[in-house]
């Protein structure tokens, strides 16, 4: 079920990782209107309206939805990697966090949302 609140046991490192990664879209990050939607928004402003609620929902260890926490993970996925749309190169000075730590980071929080996230058929 999309809506279902799903509690995931994640430790302080990958929860900062995920709350960091949604607030680049609010800071360096530019998303146009094709990305948020490609994203799992409503439009650029729903990113980053929607990318705060759910750092905050992450931070204070709030169960999300399946929705709520594919889009999370995917916002970071690509917001860290991106040098178009997103931090890219600037990740490390941005958010304070190593490109090597958070590709390691990124690699646990993936496998635990393995099991929880949507995936397109």
Do not use: H, K, Y
Request: aromatic share 4%.
């Amino acid at each position: 079920m999309v809506d279902e609140l799903i509690d995931v046991e994640l430790s302080d490192r990958e929860r900062t990782l995920l709350v960091r990664g949604l607030g680049e879209w609010g800071g360096p990050a530019r998303s146009g209107e094709p990305m948020a939607v490609a994203l799992g928004f409503e439009s650029a402003e729903s990113l980053r309206r929607e990318g705060r609620r759910l750092a905050e929902a992450i931070a204070g260890r709030i169960p999300l939805t399946r929705l709520d926490w594919t889009r999370a993970l995917l916002a970071t996925e690509v917001v860290f990697a991106s040098d178009v749309v997103g931090s890219g190169v600037d990740w490390a000075t941005t958010t304070g966090l190593t490109d090597a730590d958070t590709i390691q980071t990124l690699r646990l929080i993936q496998r635990t949302l393995g099991g929880v996230v949507i995936r397109p058929r």
